[in-house]
């Protein structure tokens, strides 16, 4: 039986376009401004597109976006910083237009792109690198009082998956949450969310390591959990399928998440995630009825 995953953080997130509450597990679609991210129906460069998609994914019940310029799908070289600003800036302010009020956040590891999307109306930094390329973007984060996702990768995205290798993958982790999280307080971040980093410098079965490790993460730091697993290989290899064919073992894995107190899914579908949530919570509380 999963462990119990009782918390006592703040589950309530504070951004400028209202609280994010994690009571109970929430999704976070993925919305791709790239042409060469790892699935091709995430990816969204016209305007006409991107508002679909966004439009879709609140229908769904996402109650988050986050949006990304630029790939960090292994093997990837990261673009300029104008294409990447040019990218962000204008999808950022059309669904900032057309959806007002829903919470925007942000991927990218360069301080001046995310000084320019708080300006625009970003709610959170997702952050792959911890600070690691650019430590201002730490500074733009405390600076305005956002929420932080803090994940963990080892390499870059480059070569992270050329042969993966740790003496234990979990303690590793946690080695690299608690220097952060320290690091991150001393420079004014008050609100963290975790990321284990699941296919970012790991093989399928540390990715399975990371994801029993949730509940003993949840023990050691009382934070919140953002999973993102959504059509990735480690979904893949077990079923010998591909990215396209995924969505069945993508939903499997969320629901091994979410009992194991994920608070956050990070998905390319939202309808499907929601529904693991909706049958995981009533699976948790069905002795309540």
Same mark, same amino acid.
């Given at each position: 039986?999963?462990?119990?995953?009782?918390?006592? *953080?703040?589950?309530?997130?504070?951004?400028?376009?209202?609280?994010? $509450?994690?009571?109970?597990?929430?999704?976070?679609? =993925?919305?791709?401004?790239?042409? !060469?991210?790892?699935?091709?129906?995430?990816?969204?460069? &016209?305007?006409?597109?991107?508002?679909?998609? %966004?439009?879709?994914?609140?229908?769904?019940?996402?109650?988050?976006? &986050?949006?990304? %310029?630029?790939?960090?799908?292994?093997?990837?070289?990261?673009?300029?910083?104008?294409?990447?600003?040019?990218?962000?800036?204008?999808?950022?302010?059309? @669904?900032?237009?057309?959806? /007002?009020?829903? =919470?925007?956040?942000?991927?990218?590891?360069?301080?001046?792109?995310?000084?320019?999307?708080?300006?625009?109306?970003? $709610?959170? @930094?997702? &952050? =792959?690198?911890?600070?690691?390329?650019?430590?201002?973007?730490?500074?733009?984060?405390? %600076?305005?009082?956002?929420?932080?996702?803090?994940?963990?990768?080892?390499?870059? /995205?480059?070569?992270?998956?050329?042969? +993966?290798?740790?003496?234990?993958?979990? $303690?590793?982790?946690?080695?690299?949450?608690?220097?952060?999280?320290?690091?991150?307080?001393?420079?004014?971040?008050?609100?963290? @969310?975790?990321?284990?980093?699941?296919?970012?410098?790991?093989?399928? #079965?540390?990715? *399975?390591?990371?994801?029993?490790?949730? +509940?003993?993460?949840?023990?050691?730091?009382?934070? +919140?959990?953002?999973?993102?697993?959504?059509?990735?290989?480690?979904?893949?290899?077990?079923?010998?399928?591909?990215? $396209?064919?995924?969505?069945?073992?993508?939903?499997?894995?969320?629901?091994?998440?979410?009992?194991?107190?994920?608070?956050?899914?990070?998905?390319?579908?939202?309808?499907?995630?929601?529904?693991?949530? #909706? @049958?995981?919570?009533? *699976?948790?509380?069905?002795? !309540?009825?």
């Amino acid at each position: 039986m999963p462990k119990n995953t009782q918390t006592n *953080y703040n589950r309530q997130l504070h951004t400028p376009h209202g609280l994010l $509450d994690l009571s109970r597990p929430i999704v976070m679609g =993925i919305i791709n401004l790239t042409p !060469d991210s790892f699935y091709s129906p995430s990816r969204a460069q &016209d305007e006409n597109r991107i508002l679909e998609l %966004a439009a879709e994914m609140i229908e769904h019940g996402a109650e988050v976006l &986050d949006l990304g %310029a630029m790939s960090s799908r292994p093997g990837s070289l990261p673009v300029d910083e104008n294409t990447e600003r040019n990218r962000l800036v204008f999808a950022l302010k059309s @669904i900032r237009y057309h959806f /007002p009020h829903i =919470i925007i956040s942000v991927d990218t590891w360069r301080e001046q792109i995310a000084e320019e999307a708080v300006a625009e109306g970003a $709610d959170m @930094i997702n &952050d =792959i690198s911890a600070g690691k390329f650019d430590q201002g973007i730490i500074r733009v984060a405390a %600076a305005n009082q956002l929420p932080y996702i803090l994940m963990h990768m080892q390499g870059e /995205p480059q070569t992270m998956q050329d042969n +993966p290798s740790y003496d234990n993958v979990v $303690d590793c982790v946690a080695d690299f949450f608690s220097f952060h999280i320290a690091r991150l307080h001393d420079m004014g971040i008050k609100q963290i @969310i975790l990321d284990p980093g699941f296919g970012f410098g790991k093989t399928t #079965n540390q990715n *399975y390591q990371l994801l029993h490790a949730l +509940p003993s993460f949840i023990s050691m730091f009382d934070l +919140p959990l953002l999973v993102g697993v959504s059509r990735k290989r480690m979904v893949q290899e077990p079923s010998s399928c591909n990215a $396209d064919m995924a969505l069945h073992t993508t939903s499997a894995a969320h629901s091994l998440a979410v009992l194991n107190g994920a608070s956050i899914l990070r998905v390319h579908d939202v309808q499907p995630a929601v529904d693991v949530i #909706n @049958i995981v919570d009533y *699976y948790k509380n069905v002795n !309540d009825l």
